[in-house]
């Protein structure tokens, strides 16, 4: 089973309107046909969905959004439902990521809420997990990935995973300039396959793609990329400017037979 690649560019809370535009009509640009190797996605901020979009237009590369609720609608002052986001043209929404966990308390019961929601109105998740450092330290990292896999897709049955990408982040290399190895990367891939393989089934597991997120920079994406369980990258910092994100996707193209 060969995995398309996915290069997805999480913004975060960073780049302005104008920038913005400029940086995904670049992309566009460069990305024009879908590339059958690799998916391309942003996820920029949501006031610049809008603009986002139309400068991605006639492109192949996808939106993204950053958070969505784990309600539908209602009196949540503040709160973006994913079906918003739908509607607003997003094809996906990146759920758990380390930073809502640990800055902003989400829970893995919140997070499993929160992937229902977006599955329901179409979107497709890219799902974060990841330990700690001390957790790492402490041997811990399998236990922490089972647990918040185990929290996070509580009640999505293998019908719905089709639509869930899973983003392996160690929380210490978010950011830091501190890369896992491709060692470090890979173990934790196929541990995460694993426990897909053992919640859900084989297919799913072998279909299931699972991105390494964690300071990739051009310098590292190849070689993390060219591990067998790794299918592409989140990527932060470096997905802010053309220069840094474009070689990523170039990396990407060039493996798996693309
Ligand atoms: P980084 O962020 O590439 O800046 O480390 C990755 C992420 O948080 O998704």
Redesign the pocket.
Known sequence: MTRQLMVAG?WKMNLDRNAGRALCAGLASQCRAAHPGVQVVVCPPFPYLGVAGEALAGSAVELGAQNSSNEVSGAFTGEVSAGMLADVGCQWVILG?SERRTIFGETDELISRKVDKALAAGLGVLLCVGELLAERQSNQTEAVLDRQMAGSLAGIDASRLNKVVIAY?PVW???TGLTASTEQAQSAHKHLREWLAARYNRTVADATRILY????KPQNARALMEQPDVDGA?????CLKLDDFLPIVEAARGLRGA
């Open positions: 999480n990521h982040e290399a978010i950011g997120g964690g300071s990739v989140l990527v932060g910092g470096a």
